[in-house]
């Protein structure tokens, strides 16, 4: 029985393909093992999203063959689909595949063998047109389930099209039959995922479906107490959405809508479609309706042609919005896209002092959004998630809380009285004060 090995690099959709992908080796008599048990096979899914992503993948490889110096390593995810070829010239990997090709690489490698030369199996981007449906298993708190796949945007600083294809959706039954048999395990809360989650409903290339009936139709799925929305583009964040949320049993009063600028200007260059007075139309709606949701942000800082006045637009706009925390990321040139060619670059300098000051920002929203919690009832999932005899969770609204480590928690949802932030910047429950179910 060979033993394969996985690592995974990148987002929830990620870790939810790697899970499926597992099993597919699984259920073919392979055995699943930890990636420092000496495995026979390593596969690595990997992420193209900024330049340190690429650096990981190396690293990883490197490490894989320290710990198993005879094993098959090969690489999946959205960096082998956009440089297989640079992917093949890493010392140590036997295999490189595709968007279209990872989901029968069991078939594909045949066995695993190893090679003289690399084998890269890396079909042009149009090829990858079928959804394969992905959930992950491992994790019995909550499972990343796949929706939606690819993205028909064209962003000035954006690889995943490239790396992902065209938009392309599961179908509200399959979706919903999924959701019914995780309902049939002890995970607590779902977490729909995918590339544009709120352009889901398009299969074989036109649009059948909607997400606001995905959405209706989970929210009659008996056994899970919590779903969330992922990442969703704040133009496809309707307000017939939010408004199902804020009457939802189900769905949690948390969103995270990327934003990438607060400047008009930037927004227009980045080739985004909204400008920010639909975000903070959006923003306000979301808290006429639900006052106490938790609303995340992405931020892009430096994109070509971003002055020190545009940045402040940015700055500005975020910190009067009534917004909860920041995903901040520094802009960093990527093959292929338009913004590569444009000018006035802004200097790696002034993008890091940028990033640092937005991250400043980040942790005064999250500090004032928890303030805001204080002395409030809330019901908490406990994960298995132990530091220094405190066991975490978080609310409904994304509040992250610690409590007396109890092993019957792990898994539980438990109604608490938040009471104040620790020194670590999570909301701590008083012992006495948890009023169990």
């Not at 496809?236 to 600028?261: A, D, G, K, M, Y």
Request: a neutral charge; charged letters at 30%.
């Amino acid at each position: 029985m060979k033993r394969v090995a996985f690592y995974t690099l990148g987002c929830k959709l990620n870790y939810s393909e790697t899970s499926t992908i597992s099993r597919m080796f699984e259920q073919k008599g392979y055995l699943k093992v930890g990636f420092e048990e000496n495995p026979d096979i390593f596969i690595i899914n990997t992420c193209s999203v900024t330049e340190n992503a690429d650096k990981k993948c190396k690293k990883i490889v490197k490490e894989a063959k320290k710990i198993s110096p005879h094993s098959y390593v090969t690489i999946i995810g959205c960096y082998a689909q956009l440089k297989p070829q640079e992917i093949a010239e890493i010392k140590g990997v036997d295999a490189v595949l595709g968007a279209a090709e990872k989901f029968r690489l069991i078939e594909l490698l045949d066995g695993f063998a190893h090679a003289q030369e690399t084998k890269v199996l890396a079909s042009e981007i149009h090829e990858a047109d079928t959804f394969h449906a992905s959930h992950s298993m491992h994790d019995r708190t909550r499972t990343f389930l796949k929706v939606q796949d690819g993205c028909n945007y064209g962003c000035a600083f954006c690889t995943i099209p490239l790396a992902r294809g065209k938009s392309r959706s599961d179908s509200i039954a399959q979706v919903v039959a999924t959701a019914q048999a995780i309902a049939d395990s002890t995970v607590k809360e779902v977490v729909l995922t995918g590339v544009n989650i709120g352009d889901f409903g398009i299969q074989e290339g036109k649009r059948k479906e909607r997400l606001l009936d995905l959405v209706k139709a989970l929210d009659e799925v008996d056994g899970i107490p919590r779903f969330r929305i992922s990442s969703i583009e704040p133009n496809l964040l309707t307000n017939q959405i939010i408004e199902f949320v804020s009457r939802s049993n189900r769905f949690v009063p948390h969103f995270h809508i990327p934003l990438q600028s607060g400047s008009n200007t930037i927004l227009r260059k980045m080739g985004r479609r909204y400008l920010r007075e639909l975000y903070e139309d959006r923003v306000a709606k979301i808290k006429q309706l639900m006052p106490h949701c938790c609303i995340g942000v992405d931020v892009i800082v430096g994109f070509p042609g971003e002055s020190d006045e545009l940045f402040l637009e940015t700055y500005q706009f975020l910190n009067e919005l009534p917004i909860s925390y920041l995903h901040v990321f520094t802009y960093s040139e990527r093959a292929n896209t338009r913004a590569i060619d444009m000018e006035d670059v802004v200097p790696m300098k002034k993008r890091n002092e940028r990033s640092k000051m937005l991250r400043i920002l980040s942790e005064k929203k999250k500090r004032k959004f928890y303030e805001e919690n204080l002395g409030k009832t809330w019901k908490v999932l406990f994960e298995e998630d132990i530091e220094d005899g405190m066991m975490h969770g978080f609310t409904e609204n994304y509040v992250r809380v610690a409590a007396k480590y109890d092993p019957l928690l792990i898994n539980e949802i438990k109604t608490v009285t938040l009471t104040e932030i620790n020194k670590r910047g999570v909301v701590d429950v008083v012992e006495p004060e948890v009023v169990f179910e």
